[in-house]
């Protein structure tokens, strides 16, 4: 005959399905005895079980401590690997803003905006469409590298960049947010003119933007394009507002006659809540079949919740949650019209005497 013991070593706290805790055994010893002439009486397994339970105890908390070591290697390792990879990505933008600075610069020379030089209004647009592409990519390389600022240490870190960028204020967020949603919208519909239509309503142009940003923003020369996308409390919504708006396609437009432009319709709203402003962008087209649930992730979204997000050690400046898409089958040869929604938190200033969050 063989006798079978089973000995709790170690506990610890352990959640169960509802999110309840409580303490119990998480380590066992399972021990078979050699085989036995005869079945023994209950005092002389009781006594064989404490000498064993007395030799195993110390090999729970040795199993437990060396299982907690690993665990707390494994979490510091990745907190490393973390804190390096924010390195890297400050660096990287910290080197676009370099390089764009100087382009910038460039392109604002007097010889570019000379009527006798620059003969067509073509390469005049180009021009403009140039610096407008470079003036977006600072704003949202220098947004990255301030909002990744507390993440790396204070090392490296100069003092003026701590807390550098600003939440929006409350009195004027939904214009900011609004006039910075319609500048995007303005040079998107420009890049694109030659592969779909981009409609939106309402339409400000980029002039009317722009006006209305610098009153809002307090810029004394109201067309002054470069200072007004320099200003931290619009660089980090440009950098969210432009992974939604960069992110507007059609992939398979259903037209009569087909070979017209696609076209694709935007609409947005507002919804105000305690410390954050949603704006909820809404897209909609008819294409020839449905999207499909994979058409609403999108790498570039991930990247910008995981540098300014409000979630997993983010900067706490606002969040693009997962876009929904519907769609409505038209009927036979009609096409399906497909919609997308995406809603994108930004954050709020704390109110005068709020000292609950910074």
Known sequence: MTLYYVFPLWEDAIRDDTGAEWRGPVIFAHVFTRALLSFPDIKTIIETGEQLQSVLLPAGAAIAHDYYNKERKSVEGLRLAQETAWKLARAWAHEVKNYTAPVIDELDNPILSDKRIVTTEKARDTIARSRRTILILNAASTAVQLSLGGRVGKSGVKASERDALKRLPRESAEG???????????????????????RWTPNYTTDQSLDQLAILLNKKERQDEKKILSDNRLIWVIALLREVVWNIRIDDPFTEPPDELGTVNMSYEFVREENFL????????????????????????????????IKDKGAGFGMISKGEISNDDLGRNRGVEITYRVPIRFALAPEIGDHSHK
Request: charged residues 25%; glycine residues 8%.
């Open 176 to 198: 900011i947010v609004e006039y910075a949603l319609q500048y995007l919208l303005n040079y998107r519909a420009d890049v694109l003119r030659a592969e779909f239509n981009l």
């Open 278 to 309: 949603k704006l909820i962008v809404s897209q909609r087209q008819i294409e020839e079949k449905g999207w499909g649930k994979s058409k609403a992730d999108v790498t570039g979204i991930e990247l910008a919740n995981s540098v300014f997000g």
